[in-house]
């Protein structure tokens, strides 16, 4: 779709999703509380005093604002978290239904353009207490050394302004705190001072397969590091969290609190701390006073204007949101580089049927890994990409499968009977900066009356060369396990990069520790500050980039 302009499906308010489905709807009505008896996970929170200043005001709960905001209280600072979304009770309100957990998705409508447009909503970003990480699933692999240093290594993109060393210790930190599950010693560092406290999760029907496979190819695997608990385990703030069922819906949220998403791990210690998260609180204007410092925020929340005066602003929202709220209160954005240098990760998929019986909801999602192809040899683009097994919903899997083999009526009705024997591998790999991917504001208003913000994507010759690779291997790899009728569905994951940190206001909008460069009391930490995208999933890398840019902010006050 060369330059063609793409609305993503979705509704204009998260919180009000239209319901299609006669039978859901039907069941919804008979369950659901009188519109003016909100429960009480969603009573509204009395109105803060209009002089009162709080140390810090945190946007965003997700997996770059709750470790930075129990770090905070836990400090002593009081501490206030806006979230955009609802607070709510996983084990009441998260159904074992892939369409009925919509609402964990930011829907609210995104404009796509380029010549690969990139897919929102579930795809990106999510909405409640606890953010994306209510949805994510799971994967929780170290960035390399060398991840960090594209340029340097290749002499293209741009290097992190400093090295592994500096999140090795945080990393180990999250690994222990929130409970994964995973190999010791790992095969691709295996001299790392402490191992997984958990064991693996065990292996999908897609994870052995690929395990045989790959065996037989000489690539070698390992079960993968997964933020989901392979037995029962202690979490401070909130006691015993229970074992993965393997139920495989975590990207329709775990409704039994094994998942490390950040309502069951980090955001009920900082509430034992002291912070306050408020719900439903959509911010809309940063203020500043004379010199340029911000004194305070103003958001939306139940139908009421409110303000929050603070010392310290810490904007957590994602690699959308935040840029969006940067433009719109034109803050930070001297260094030119608010919103650009948006990156996606290659997410090639390649899928393949099989006489055994796979049942690919079955299991945590991404099972398995192999990382060999992190620097392949002889390759022909910069950086590299891991490989994994997927498991995958069957909505999910028709709408991919749809979109990419152009099947409808009875001829998707006929493919649909063998999704029980349905598996997949993708990859998770590096991706360029380009002065052709950014994001601006639209002039198309939403609800609120506010710009959609629009993401243009083209995948350049390095991304498209590494898909290339990774397509090519993978189809071997599930020729070698037997496979029939296998086809490749390209994607693009996760969106990275629109507020990079850097050594300079003139190439980067944030410093080494996530201030501004511009606004002395501003700090940004989520996805939009890394400088390259990485080869492994983002979720904990940013969550150590939270507790870090903590670290640095607190050693600044003392």
């Known amino acids: 779709m060369p330059d063609e302009e793409v609305l993503e499906e979705g509704v204009l308010n998260p919180t009000k999703p239209e319901i299609q489905d006669p039978l859901l709807k039907s069941i919804l009505v008979e369950n659901a509380a009188p519109a003016t008896d909100p429960t009480e996970l969603e009573q509204p929170a009395p109105l803060p005093e209009p002089n009162e200043i709080v140390d810090c005001v945190v946007i965003g709960t997700g997996a770059g604002g709750a470790p930075l905001l129990a770090r905070l209280a836990m400090a002593g600072l009081k501490v206030v978290a806006l979230e955009a979304g609802p607070r709510r009770d996983p084990a009441r309100d998260y159904a074992t239904d892939e369409k009925a957990q919509n609402f964990l998705f930011w829907n609210d409508e995104r404009l796509s353009a380029g010549q690969n447009p990139v897919a929102f909503g579930k795809n990106n970003s999510g909405t ?185 602003l810490f904007l957590c929202a994602g690699a959308v949101e935040t840029p969006r709220l940067l433009m719109l209160n034109e803050l930070a954005l001297n260094s030119g580089h608010v919103g650009k240098n948006f990156m996606a990760h290659p997410g090639m998929q390649v899928w393949g049927t099989f006489p055994e019986d796979i049942r690919p909801y079955k299991g945590i999602p991404g099972g398995l890994i192999s990382e060999d192809t992190h620097r392949p040899k002889n390759a022909d683009f910069a950086g590299g990409y891991l ?55 639209s002039e198309e208003k939403d609800a609120r009356g506010l710009p959609k913000p629009r993401l243009h994507f083209t995948a350049q010759e390095n991304e498209q060369r590494m898909n290339r ?88 006050l003392r």
């Open 128 to 312: 409640g207490v606890g953010g994306s990480t209510l949805h994510y699933t799971a994967y929780t692999p170290r960035a390399h050394a060398d991840d960090l240093t594209l340029h340097r290594d290749f002499g293209q993109g741009v290097d992190w302004p400093f090295g592994i060393e500096e999140l090795e210790p945080y990393y180990e930190e999250l690994e222990h705190f929130l409970g994964i599950s995973g190999p010791t010693p790992y095969p691709w560092n295996p001299g790392r001072r402490k191992g997984y406290p958990l064991a693996p999760l065990p292996l999908n029907g897609a994870a052995q397969l690929m395990q045989r496979a790959c065996a037989q190819l000489g690539i070698q695997t390992s079960p993968a590091a997964n933020a989901a608990l392979s037995a029962r385990y202690y979490q401070e703030g909130i006691g015993w969290r229970e074992a993965c069922t393997n139920r495989g819906f975590c990207q329709a949220g775990c409704n039994r609190g094994a998942k490390a998403s950040m309502d069951v791990t980090f955001l009920p210690l900082a509430e034992s701390y002291g912070a306050e998260i408020r719900a439903d609180a959509f911010v809309t204007e940063i203020e500043r006073d004379a010199t340029g410092r911000v004194t305070g925020v103003v958001y939306e929340q139940y139908g009421q204007t409110v303000r929050q005066r603070c010392r310290h």
């Open 387 to 441: 490989l994994q097994s997927i498991g995958v919903m069957p909505v999910t899997f028709a709408t991919q499968m749809v979109r990419q083999r152009k099947l409808w009526g009875q001829a998707l009705r006929n493919y649909m009977r063998s999704y029980n024997h349905i598996a997949g591998i993708n990859i998770l790999g590096d991706c360029l900066p380009h002065k052709a991917n950014f994001l601006e504001l």
């Open 469 to 556: 690779h990774a397509e090519q291997l993978m189809r071997q790899i599930w020729e070698a396990a037997g496979a029939t009728d296998i086809w490749a569905f390209e994607r693009y994951a996760h969106v990275i990069g629109t507020a990079r940190m850097g050594l300079s206001g003139d190439d980067a909008v944030v410093n080494p520790d996530g201030r501004a460069f511009d606004v002395p009391n501003l700090y940004i930490c989520d996805n939009s500050v890394f400088p390259s995208a990485l080869s492994v999933n983002p979720a904990l890398t940013i969550m150590a980039l939270s507790l870090r840019t903590a670290d640095k902010f607190l050693a600044s």
